[in-house]
């Protein structure tokens, strides 16, 4: 089964990665919204789930109420 992404990830850390989108460094990621959440990303695979894909980080899972740079608003 995939494992959970660990913050410590090179990728992760690369861009910003957090399971809880509170947590983004907001000095180093301006455009962070505390609301922007992965299951709320265009990138998100988890539907309902509390945790899911993203295309971003394949075989990993991210937090539904994760963030990272790459985050793009559901159209
Ligand atoms: Fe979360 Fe979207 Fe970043 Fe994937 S790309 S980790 S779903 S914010």
């Known amino acids: 089964a995939p494992e959970k992404l660990s913050e410590e990830d090179s990728m992760a ?3 910003g990665y957090k399971a809880v989108s509170t947590d983004v460094d907001a000095a180093k990621y301006a455009s962070h919204k505390d609301d922007q959440l992965c299951k709320g990303c265009a ?14 980080f394949p ?16 159209p």
């Open 13 to 15: 850390v690369a861009l």
């Open 43 to 56: 990138l998100w695979q988890g539907a309902d789930a509390e945790w899911g894909g993203c295309s971003i």
């Open 59 to 74: 075989g990993k899972l991210v937090s539904a109420n994760g963030w990272c740079a790459a985050y793009a608003a559901k």
